[in-house]
Structure formats: structure tokens, C-alpha cells
T-cell receptor, first 116, second 113 residues
Framework: AQSVTQLGSHVSVSEGALVLLRCNYS??????LFWYVQYPNQGLQLLLK??????LVKGINGFEAEFKKSETSFHLTKPSAHMSDAAEYFC??????????????FGSGTQLTVLP | GAGVSQTPSNKVTEKGKYVELRCDPI?????LYWYRQSLGQGPEFLIY????????DSGLPNDRFFAVRPEGSVSTLKIQRTERGDSAVYLC???????????FGQGTRLTVV
């Protein structure tokens, strides 16, 4: 069984400020972890992913996330927020299901607002 | 195609009616997924196809939901006797193989009135 908890359904930051979106996961097997972004009326876009290897993962648009096994966390950060970062962000965990299908389990999402 | 295409983008139907939602995956992608995203929630897995066969349908909520992919490309999600609780955005995704990055379509917003 696997699950994802995103702390804070809404986060507001000022333009230029640090972005921190929190994600904690639960998985009975070594997890693959993902962050997706969803802009209004658009599909989910992959920001970054952790599979194996380096625990600090860099993604698109200046975002990065660090896998911390001891804390079961995969928080998303960006040093300086831009107005175009305003969107909904989803953390997801993946593992092989019974049908050998790699299905994703998503968190409930965090709506990021960037204030001018 | 350039990306995953879903049609229609919006569908309004009356309670009890039958609906079909279509997904055109990226050309050549063998894996295809359906997810449902209810208001204020993250997407929830429904079903996964590898080629023409449903490799995992454990997420389908009940027997009113059915999906097909007869030629291993386009998939149709079918919902019988729709209920108001079926209202959600239905997302389709495809990937070149089962364990590679999945690309999502824009979704079909289904409203049951």
C-alpha cells in the first residue's frame, strides 16, 4: 500500500521568495517519487522525479526536490518564485501494482499563489 | 500526435445516461492509463492498458465503468447509468513503456446533472 500527504492545500509566496511545498509518502517498497504541475485547463506536466541514485533531484523551471528516506519526505523547492509558477502541484508515489503496472498514487495537491 | 488528446473536453449529461470518453495517446506509446480527478483531489488511478489488454483495472469503482483499447492505440472509457458522483475530470496518460514517464492529456470534464 502507498499513500501521499501534501501539507497545505494552499500556499502563498511573494515573487522572488522561496517556494517550499511539502510532501510525505508512505510506501511498503522502495518508492519512485514524482512532482507534477497542473496549470489551469492543462494536463499534468512532470516537474521532476526520483527513482534511484542521487537524492537531490533537479527538474524543470528551476525546481528541485530532495528524497529523505529517514523522514519519508520529498519536498519541492525553488529559490525564487516567479509569477508564472502559480499553479497546482501534485506529489505522487509509484510502485509496481499486482498487474505489473506502474500506477501513480497522487496527493491531494497544493495550490501555489505568487503575490506581486 | 504531438501529445495525448482527449475528447470531448467537456461533457454534460443527465443522470442515468451512458457516456463515452475518448483518449488518443502519443503515437507509438504502448502503455495507457486512465485517472479520475474529483474536485479538490489528486488524480486517482482507474485502469492501465499494455497494448490492447487491460493489465490492471483495480481502480475502476464499480461495474458501471468499462474501458477498451481494441487496436492498442485509442482508448474509450465508458460509463453506464451515470450518477452525479461520477462528475469529475477524467485524465488519460500514455507512456512508451510501462515504467517510463507518463504524459497526460488535458482531461475531459464530465458533469452529471
Amino acid at each position: 500500500a502507498q499513500s501521499v500527504t501534501q501539507l497545505g492545500s494552499h500556499v502563498s509566496v511573494s515573487e522572488g521568495a522561496l517556494v517550499l511545498l511539502r510532501c510525505n509518502y508512505s510506501s511498503s517498497v522502495p518508492p519512485y517519487l514524482f512532482w507534477y504541475v497542473q496549470y489551469p485547463n492543462q494536463g499534468l506536466q512532470l516537474l521532476l522525479k526520483y527513482t534511484t541514485g542521487a537524492t537531490l533531484v533537479k527538474g524543470i523551471n528551476g525546481f528541485e526536490a530532495e528524497f529523505k528516506k529517514s523522514e519519508t519526505s520529498f519536498h519541492l523547492t525553488k529559490p525564487s518564485a516567479h509569477m508564472s509558477d502559480a499553479a497546482e502541484y501534485f506529489c505522487a508515489v509509484s510502485s509496481i501494482s499486482s498487474g505489473s503496472a506502474r500506477q501513480l498514487t497522487f496527493g491531494s495537491g497544493t495550490q501555489l499563489t505568487v503575490l506581486p | 500526435g504531438a501529445g495525448v488528446s482527449q475528447t470531448p473536453s467537456n461533457k454534460v449529461t443527465e443522470k442515468g445516461k451512458y457516456v463515452e470518453l475518448r483518449c488518443d495517446p502519443i503515437s507509438g506509446h504502448t502503455a495507457l492509463y486512465w485517472y479520475r480527478q474529483s474536485l479538490g483531489q489528486g488524480p486517482e488511478f482507474l485502469i492501465y492498458f499494455q497494448g490492447t489488454g487491460a493489465a490492471d483495472d483495480s481502480g475502476l469503482p464499480n461495474d458501471r465503468f468499462f474501458a477498451v483499447r481494441p487496436e492498442g492505440s485509442v482508448s474509450t472509457l465508458k460509463i453506464q447509468r451515470t450518477e452525479r458522483g461520477d462528475s469529475a475530470v477524467y485524465l488519460c496518460a500514455s507512456s512508451s513503456q510501462a515504467n517510463t514517464e507518463a504524459f497526460f492529456g488535458q482531461g475531459t470534464r464530465l458533469t452529471v446533472v
